[in-house]
């Protein structure tokens, strides 16, 4: 196999005044508000039918008297149309995916209470549901002769659980008593529901063989969080329903497809290592088990970020598939003949969801630029490069209003290591003035800022830009995009390395006179969370912190959380009994003595951890604080409502400590 390198080029922060000058004036005059960011469409999941004759895709909006999201499939032909919805309004629609002959489409609806398919046929006439599971649907699959459709659902309760439950007797046994996701078959035409793999073994993601003889299946231990890593795959056999392993081997293994003659299966796999911060690879192994071959090694990108979709060309020698690199996504081809990989398509900002015609001539796919939102695109192949058509235009709205003016910058941190971000600045920014500049870290830790429109849910940054702020976007140590050597560079080091990255690109922006140091803010969720709550302990440069969902103390994030132990034994070098003075020198509660900045706390209210630690110790030491939680919210905040809330307090939060209003 030929090796390959995608090069990462950093912009260097010498060069960044010239890209700021050649910026253009205003755009739009009409100012931004909260209400104008909720309004802003989503699209994503673009499927193509086998033809390339139409496109589904699903759109994303809140229904505010329903304080919740529609999401609706809408249908467009690349050769000429304006995009339909194809059913009212109203619905939770979802995952579209088109019949080989592309005459029906099936997806997933809610609209009934509880997720299930339904097959749209002809498309001109009402879906009618073809599932009633008693659980709802999470992914389905058509068999390739169109016949059957595959899909998955949890167990449903038994009827002696119901009856217990009914009179109050639900009392729950840590570690019994699994619901586990399992593959059920049934007819297109319609008729009862089989179930396909009655092994205790809780189902990822599914391929039919070309023929429907066989299903390739990315099987988990148990449906437990802290097993997310332990995921092998399985061929099942539907006349005799027996197994066979196709890979076992440590680490996640997952999102199997066939090739068009049914002899290999792709698949992402962490390549037998148990370690949540290596790269993860495509892999191939041929069906009914086999050598494992890894087409990937040597990329230095995200195979992770690029979805869950694979593309085979015709004769078998062409695997397409999305990967992320630095802070941007794209679309790469590998030949399997001799290893060579090459970029399909500039790089995409934002999402790199694609789906291709079967002979591989027309792809479609979301992509947004800085000044545009996430749109579908048809792209026409032309040897090696695409010819891109623009198909949905889903919120003229945004030529109204004023962009924000983004770039990814390079530094060096204080060890030499070279760290990019994403720098995005007020439209009309005038060179030689300073900036308020608030610094926004992403979750993770191997997460990744990328460039590209922002549709905000947490924070605001068309408001931020709006009221003059600059906003940082590090890539630290830790994040993905940019290889394994850099993925696993914060290993015993955090918040240490990734702190010395955080404040050297805050430095670089300073040096170059576009942020002012008497006025920094921090923000981040998550690991972010965690990283802004180090931060405030170790340095009092920040005039304001806003921190969601942190934790404070890995230990107890250790025995409280059921997300996967390996997280930490790979950080810390092994479980607390064996590391207790690294997972201590590591948990931000022990420098908080040291903190001083004002600090807003935001949290979802099942996900509380150890937020109310720092709220408490920030109180006791005199340091203006608000803890706000957000009822029926997990660590991610999902009501639209109170996503609303968490940017308006967010905007009022620096402006109030950095602007002074």
């Known amino acids: 196999m030929r090796n390959f390198e995608v090069r990462i080029v950093l912009l260097p922060v010498i060069h960044l005044l010239a890209c700021i000058l050649s910026w253009p004036a205003l755009a739009g005059e009409k100012p931004w508000t ?24 699903v759109v994303a909006s809140v229904n505010s008297k329903r304080n919740a999201y529609d999401s609706q499939i809408w249908l467009v032909t690349p050769t000429g149309g304006a995009p339909r919805p194809l059913v009212s309004p109203h619905f939770t629609d ?41 659980t709802p649907v999470t992914y389905f699959r058509w068999s390739k002769d169109q016949q059957f459709i595959g899909y998955l659902a949890l167990d ?12 109050g007797d639900d009392a729950v046994v840590a570690h019994q008593g699994y619901k586990y996701s399992r593959i059920y078959r049934v007819a297109v035409q319609g008729g009862e529901a089989h179930l396909v793999t009655p092994v205790d073994r809780h189902v990822i993601s599914f391929d039919w063989a070309p023929d429907g003889s066989t299903i390739v299946y990315a099987g988990q231990v148990t449906p437990r969080n802290r097993d997310t890593f332990n995921v092998d795959l399985y061929e099942i056999h539907l006349k005799t329903g027996r197994e066979t392993t196709l890979v076992a081997q440590e680490g996640r293994d997952a999102h199997p497809c066939y090739s068009r003659d049914g002899r290999l299966v792709a698949f992402h796999s962490q390549a037998g290592k148990l370690n949540y911060f290596e790269d993860r690879q495509v892999g191939i192994v041929p069906s009914g088990g086999g050598p494992i071959r890894y087409l990937t090694e040597k990329m230095q990108g995200d195979v992770f970020r690029g979805g869950d979709e694979f593309w085979w060309s015709q004769d078998h020698d062409e695997l397409v598939f999305g990967a992320g690199v630095g802070t941007r996504d794209a679309l790469f081809s590998i030949t399997l003949k001799d290893g060579s990989c090459s970029r399909l ?22 992509k947004s630029s800085n000044s545009w939102p996430p749109e579908v695109y048809l792209g026409e192949r032309e040897g090696m490069g695409i010819q891109e058509t623009r198909l949905s235009d889903l919120n003229p709205q945004v030529k ?22 994403v720098l995005r600045l007020p439209v009309g ?7 308020p500049l608030l610094v926004e870290l992403h979750g993770g830790p191997t997460g990744v800022a990328l460039e590209g429109f922002p549709i905000p849910r947490t924070y605001p940054s068309q408001l931020f830009a709006q009221e003059g702020f600059a906003v940082l976007s590090p890539n630290f140590r830790g994040s993905s995009n940019y290889g394994g050597k850099f993925r696993l560079a914060n290993i015993k080091s955090q918040g240490f390395g990734d702190f010395d990255d955080v404040m050297t690109g805050i430095d670089a922006v300073v040096q170059q006179g576009l942020a002012d140091p008497d006025r920094l803010g921090v923000m981040g969720w998550s690991y ?29 994030w250790y025995g409280a959380s059921d997300g996967p132990r390996e997280v930490l034994w790979t950080y810390f070098g092994g479980k607390p009994w064996d590391s207790w003075e690294t997972y201590n020198r590591h948990s931000p509660r022990y420098s908080l003595v040291n903190a001083k900045t004002p600090s807003l706390l935001l949290h979802g209210e099942r996900d509380i951890d150890s937020t109310p630690e720092v709220f408490q110790a920030l109180t006791d030491l005199g340091i203006p604080c608000e803890f706000v939680t957000y009822p029926r919210e997990g660590h991610g905040i999902e009501e639209p409502m109170h996503q609303r809330d968490v940017m308006d307090r967010n905007l009022r939060w620096f402006k109030k400590w950095l602007l002074g209003k």
């Open 34 to 57: 909260l209400d104008a960011i909720m309004d802003l469409r989503m699209v994503r999941d673009p499927q193509i039918t086998a033809d390339g004759s139409k496109v589904a895709f």
């Open 94 to 134: 979802s995952s579209p995916r088109w019949s080989s002959d592309g005459k029906r489409l099936a997806f997933l609806s809610g609209r009934d209470g509880t997720s299930q398919v339904y097959v749209a046929d002809p498309l001109d006439r009402p879906p009618r549901k073809l599932t009633d599971s008693p």
């Open 156 to 167: 449903p309760p038994s009827s002696q659980e119901r009856q217990r439950r009914g009179v």
């Open 345 to 366: 398509m500039a790089p995409l900002h934002g999402p790199s969801s694609f789906s291709l015609s079967r002979d591989g001539s027309r792809l479609a796919f979301v």
């Open 400 to 421: 109204e209003f004023p962009p924000i003016k983004v770039s990814t910058i390079g530094w060096k941190s204080r060890d030499g290591l070279d760290v990019e971000g």
């Open 429 to 435: 920014y005038a060179p030689g003035s300073r900036l």
């Open 528 to 556: 972010g969370g965690f990283l802004a709550t180090w931060i405030i302990g170790h340095t009092n440069r920040f005039k304001a912190a806003s921190i969601g969902a942190t934790g404070s103390d890995w230990i107890s």
